[in-house]
């Protein structure tokens, strides 16, 4: 596997200046290598709009001149969720040199969500975006969705593992989609000619065939996906039907001397892709990627050397000379489990330089560091790590105006009526407007304001002033979040109390309205024994 950098979007300023930008990318490469002891083997243009050929040609002068020149290739630029078409190339892909590697015949994104709709969507492209479109890399946007489900784009990668507290992890129907092309053509191997393995099929559908280098191995791919079933997010999605069809391949040439001298079966691996087109419907997983339990030998050949097989619609097969396919044991690794509560974060165990675990930043830069804070009167900082934030300066902004530094906590599943109290230690080394609490339909009003500088602050519709929230001095804030009241402290002293009824999920997020380092440290989320009289006074003694 290679790594390829393609920058997701770029500024206007940015690309006003492709000098500088280009050599920007530079040093990120250096710093990827020196840093972290990567080996960035691609660049290119952003991923999604043309950057003009100025720029590309001065981002390919940049890098050939420095001492990545003779490893960092400079693509041309890859084009972008086309789609497909039901025409086969007219020159049959041959005005092309069959090993280009720039990035040309490459496409830089497809995509899939966890269900058939995406699995059906991904088998025909794989298969077509060849045969008319002459591509052959396809870049899976994305591989593994480790991110939590209440953000844009849930649950659209191949596999989802974003419950890290139980080790739980999903494989899904797209996975088994481009397994039947990943699993059985090694990097290196060949198309086969148009017309000669590589053709639409008579009654809907497509087939591609590939060769391995030393012509020992071949694998055939044969998809029949039907356009209306198999809608992509983007790109052309083309208005074909297929039918029911006896294929009958027959072999020739360095494709049944691969079976004679070698004295090879051929494997058949199938999937019915057929499920509902509702977000998140899946084929059952019997009907997805499945051996025949009896190879093709060469004595079921016919006279003329043939094999014949029946294509359905939504079908989507592999005939192949290797025998290295597999499934695995489980789709689903694990019972569900709930995170764990009560949970208790000093971030001491975890890895310098990385993020937190169990949050996710959306902006800024929050990453575990050795307490950069001086000893003092308080015994909060002789703690080893916090969470900081490192980001000192606001940055170069590529769409809508951002917020300021921002990181979430958990999943979306804690729920007011489990009785929760939260608290989290906090310093700031410079005068913000810090917000933090439940986030989640209907229950973000219970998130607290707190402004250093003026000691004003928000709950809910309660406004007031007087906090003190000095600089460079850890600070406890905490809330209690039960079904129908809700109240918040900082450092043991009652700021105001709510009465939001709370019945759905949340998370906890955090923000700030200016870029500046701050900490975080001694996070802890607990049931409160029983709800407790709610009042000030009596508040202030619970605390206690």
């Given at each position: 596997l290679?790594d390829?950098s393609?920058?997701n979007k770029?500024?206007?300023v940015?690309?006003s200046k492709?000098?500088e930008?280009?050599k920007?990318?530079l040093k990120?490469?250096r710093?990827a290598k020196?840093?972290h002891g990567?080996?960035?083997?691609?660049?290119?243009p952003?991923?999604?709009?043309?950057?003009?050929?100025e720029?590309?040609r001065?981002?390919?002068k940049?890098?050939?001149?420095?001492e990545?020149?003779?490893?960092?290739?400079?693509l041309?630029?890859i084009v972008?969720?086309?789609?497909?078409?039901d025409e086969p190339?007219?020159?049959?892909c041959?005005?092309y040199?069959?090993?280009t590697s720039?990035g040309?015949?490459w496409?830089?994104?497809?995509g899939?969500?966890f269900?058939?709709?995406?699995s059906?969507?991904?088998?025909?492209?794989t298969?077509?975006?060849?045969?008319?479109?002459c591509?052959?890399?396809?870049y899976?946007?994305?591989?593994?969705s480790?991110?939590?489900d209440?953000f844009n784009w849930?649950?659209c990668?191949?596999?989802?593992a974003?419950r890290?507290?139980?080790?739980?992890?999903?494989?899904?129907?797209?996975l088994?989609?481009l397994a039947?092309?990943?699993q059985?053509?090694?990097i290196?191997?060949r198309?086969?000619?148009h017309?000669?393995?590589?053709?639409m099929?008579d009654?809907?559908?497509?087939?591609?065939?590939r060769?391995?280098e030393d012509?020992k191995?071949?694998s055939?791919?044969?998809?029949?996906m039907q356009?209306?079933?198999?809608r992509?997010?983007?790109?052309?999605?083309p208005?074909?039907k297929g039918?029911?069809e006896?294929?009958k391949?027959?072999?020739?040439g360095?494709f049944l001397?691969?079976?004679?001298?070698?004295?090879?079966s051929l494997?058949?691996?199938?999937?019915?892709l057929?499920?509902?087109?509702e977000?998140?419907?899946?084929?059952?997983?019997e009907?997805?990627?499945n051996?025949?339990?009896e190879s093709?030998k060469?004595?079921?050949f016919g006279d003329?050397?043939?094999?014949s097989?029946?294509?359905?619609?939504?079908e989507?097969?592999?005939?192949?000379?290797?025998?290295?396919?597999?499934?695995?044991?489980?789709n689903i690794?694990?019972?569900?489990?709930?995170?764990?509560?009560p949970?208790?974060?000093?971030?001491?165990?975890e890895?310098?330089?990385?993020?937190?675990?169990y949050?996710?930043?959306?902006?800024?830069?929050?990453?575990i560091?050795k307490n950069p804070?001086?000893i003092?009167?308080q015994?909060?900082d002789?703690?080893?790590?916090?969470?900081?934030?490192?980001?000192?300066q606001?940055?170069?902004?590529?769409?809508?105006p951002?917020?300021?530094?921002?990181t979430?906590?958990?999943?979306m599943?804690?729920?007011?009526?489990?009785n929760l109290?939260?608290?989290i230690?906090i310093?700031?080394e410079?005068?913000?407007?810090?917000w933090f609490?439940?986030?989640?339909?209907?229950?973000d009003e219970?998130?607290?304001?707190?402004?250093?500088?003026?000691?004003?602050?928000?709950?809910?519709?309660?406004?007031g002033?007087?906090?003190?929230?000095?600089l460079h001095?850890?600070h406890?804030l905490?809330?209690?979040?039960?079904?129908?009241k809700q109240?918040?402290?900082?450092?043991?002293k009652?700021?105001?109390?709510?009465?939001?009824?709370a019945?759905?999920?949340?998370?906890?997020?955090?923000?700030?309205?200016?870029y500046?380092?701050?900490a975080f440290n001694n996070?802890r989320l607990?049931?409160?024994?029983?709800k407790p009289?709610?009042?000030?006074?009596?508040y202030a003694e619970?605390?206690?």
């Open positions: 290679g390829t393609l920058p770029l500024p206007k940015a690309i492709p000098s930008t280009a920007y990318i990120w490469i710093g020196r840093v990567l080996t960035i083997d691609y660049v290119g952003w991923n999604e709009r043309n950057e003009g050929e720029y590309n001065i981002l390919r940049v890098i050939g001149e420095s990545f020149g003779n490893v960092t290739t400079v041309n630029r972008h969720y086309p789609g497909t078409t190339d007219k020159q049959g041959s005005q040199e069959w090993n720039d040309s015949r496409v830089d994104e497809e899939s969500i269900d058939g709709l995406s059906r969507c991904l088998a025909r492209c298969n077509r975006q060849y045969i008319s479109g591509h052959t890399s396809i899976q946007w994305h591989l593994i480790s991110f939590y209440y849930p649950r990668g191949v596999m989802v974003n890290p507290w139980s080790e739980e992890y999903e494989v899904t129907s797209p088994w989609a039947h092309t990943t059985f053509n090694p290196g191997w198309y086969a000619a017309g000669q393995g590589v053709s099929l009654k809907g559908g497509s087939m591609v065939t060769i391995s012509l191995d071949f055939i791919v044969m998809e029949k356009s209306d079933s198999s992509c997010a983007r790109g052309s999605n208005v074909s039918f029911d006896n294929i391949i027959v072999l020739r360095s001397k691969a079976i004679t001298k070698g004295n090879k494997q058949v691996w199938k999937s019915n057929t499920s509902g087109d977000l998140g419907e899946n084929p059952d997983d009907q997805l990627f051996r025949a339990s093709l060469i004595t079921n003329d050397h043939s094999i097989i029946i294509l359905r619609p939504n989507l097969v592999t005939i192949t000379t290797l025998t290295s396919g597999s499934k695995g044991d489980e690794s694990s019972t569900r489990k709930p995170f764990p509560i949970f208790f974060q000093t971030f001491d165990d890895t310098d330089g990385q993020a937190a675990r949050w996710y930043d959306q902006d800024g830069a929050f990453e560091q804070y001086s003092s009167n015994n909060k002789t703690k080893d790590k916090v969470l900081r934030q490192v980001v000192p606001w940055p170069i902004i590529w769409t809508n951002w917020a300021g530094p921002t979430y906590f958990g999943p599943e804690f729920f007011s009526r489990m109290q939260v608290s230690d310093l700031l410079d005068h913000a407007k810090v609490g439940p986030y989640g339909d209907g229950v219970a998130m607290i304001i707190v402004d250093s500088k003026s000691g004003m602050w928000e709950f809910g519709p309660q406004k002033d007087g906090v003190d929230f000095a001095t850890w406890t905490s809330f209690i979040m039960c079904e129908d109240v918040v402290s900082l450092d043991g009652l700021i105001s109390s709510i009465n939001l009824h019945s759905k999920p949340w998370y906890l997020k955090f923000k700030m309205s200016k500046v380092y701050m996070l607990d049931h409160i024994p029983d009289t709610l009042s000030y006074h009596s619970f605390l206690k």
